[in-house]
């Protein structure tokens, strides 16, 4: 009997895992709405592939498999990183990593085009956007087995391109939605000193714009003290002064009466979130200038060097401090992707989301005692997000996941792995346009009156 009604609660769970959103959750999990536990769901298998790519990167791993005849077929013995003592069974990580977030860009760029112009849950393809998890997965598995069986050639160069472009975009969507985070904290905060008439939120705000700053301010002196010389490393020393320069420029405009004016909520809390944003894409690029003298961050001159031979020397350079803080970063911005909407109709009409559909508190209520513990369908009126441009961002957090785990380190014509300007200059550029974009929204009202900026 126990067998049976074992057999009966499996089939249960297969028929939810091919079935819809709502049959995902269990009875003690709160009730949710469908678009947010659809959006979860995806993230969630973006994460997976995240998650493979980081043992694919671990040293064990590389020396388990170092015997598979795949990964040096000449067996040669060549430097992988600039200047490093790696042999070409490192290599591995760097294959895996790219054939692993290839297939989950490929894997949400197919329902990028799938889900184009679905407007509620009517449509047919939406049961696919919130239903037959399952069948999604073994279509992840299954582009991520083939992806490991591409020939090398000219592939890994020519995706290090695809994975530029979408890391330069995904680092512009970080920064909006750090902008628009702030904006949020700042107005809430704000509305609550006014509601209590309590100093202690303008204190909080004020802690938290100084210690940004301060967080910013310290960023500065370290990248001047470790990848700038005198008479040398004149590049660093541009970058950084042009970067403070701009961020000054930007932290004096949010607080010009007239920009008040017209924005009451722009306030120093904003400008120190992007002041020090910028400051962390300026240290990313620092460390891929391919300068040892430069960047401590590279491996140093190993020519007086034996290298020691077999599987047990394996070394994985690519994790850095760099890396760490953007993979938590990154972390952190897709999850804000997948779960909110934003409060600002501008930002939500950017990112292709709006607050849900209107419907009566009756039918709310009666949707959640239906639903209870389970998702309830809130999109048979309208959907809440743009299911294909949802799918477009986790593209580009796949190409970007894909460029931070491998440090921007490009593969090159002799099979090493070395970094490059194009990186620095893609960083540079991505934090210049943030400003530019931050700095938009400051004069914006002011340029554009007859428009609706609140």
């Known amino acids: 009997m126990g067998a049976c009604l074992g057999a009966c609660s499996l089939l249960s769970c297969a028929s939810c895992l091919c079935g819809s959103a709502p049959c995902i959750l269990c009875s003690c999990c709160p009730s949710s709405r469908n678009s947010t536990v659809s959006r979860l769901l995806f993230t969630g298998f973006l994460f997976l592939g995240v998650l493979v790519s980081i043992i694919m990167l671990s040293p064990g791993v590389e020396s388990q498999l170092y015997k598979l005849p795949w990964v040096c077929e000449d067996g040669a013995q060549t430097p992988l990183v600039l200047q490093g003592p790696l042999d070409c069974g490192s290599l591995l990580g760097f294959r895996a990593v790219y054939r692993m977030c290839f297939a989950t860009a490929a894997f949400f760029f197919l329902f990028t085009l799938l889900m184009v112009c679905v407007r509620s849950s009517r449509d047919p393809r939406a049961a696919i956007q919130n239903g037959f998890w399952f069948f999604k997965f073994l279509v992840l598995v299954g582009i991520a087995v083939g992806a490991f069986y591409i020939p090398d050639g000219s592939f890994s160069k020519i995706w290090f391109y695809f994975g530029v472009v979408g890391s330069f975009l995904f680092i512009l969507i970080q920064l909006i939605l750090l902008v628009d985070f702030a904006h949020s904290w700042n107005q809430r905060w704000l509305g609550k000193a006014e509601e209590c008439d309590s100093r202690g939120w303008y204190a909080g705000l004020f802690f938290f714009t100084f210690l940004f700053y301060a967080l910013s301010v310290a960023a500065i002196a370290l990248m001047f003290i470790y ?9 660093g020393k541009i970058f950084v002064s042009l970067n403070l320069t701009f961020c000054v420029c930007v932290s004096i405009i949010a607080v010009l009466p007239k920009v008040q004016e017209a924005q009451p909520n722009s306030g120093l809390l904003q400008a120190s979130v992007v002041t020090l944003y910028t400051m962390f894409v300026t240290w990313s690029a620092l460390s891929n200038v391919p300068d040892q003298k430069c960047n401590p961050h590279l491996p140093g001159p190993q020519s007086n060097k034996t290298l020691p031979e077999g599987p047990a020397y394996y070394e994985t350079q690519w994790w850095d401090a760099p890396s760490i803080v953007g993979l938590v970063i990154f972390i952190l911005c897709t999850l804000f992707i997948g779960l909110r909407s934003s409060d600002h109709r501008q930002v ?107």
């Open 227 to 235: 990848y700038t010389k005198p008479g040398t490393c004149h590049e």
């Open 348 to 454: 939500n009409s950017l990112m292709q989301t709006e607050e849900c559909p209107e419907a009566t508190q009756q039918q709310q209520q009666q949707q959640v005692v239906a639903c209870k513990g389970q998702a309830f369908d809130n999109e048979q009126d309208g959907v809440t997000y743009s299911y294909s441009f949802f799918h477009f961002c986790l593209v580009l957090a796949s190409l970007h996941v894909m460029m931070t785990l491998t440090n921007w380190y490009s593969p090159s014509e002799t099979r090493k792995m070395i970094s490059t300007w194009t990186a620095v200059w893609v960083k540079i550029c991505a934090s210049w346009a943030g400003l530019c974009l931050y700095l938009w929204t400051l004069v914006a009202p002011l340029l554009l009156p007859n428009r609706d900026f609140s």
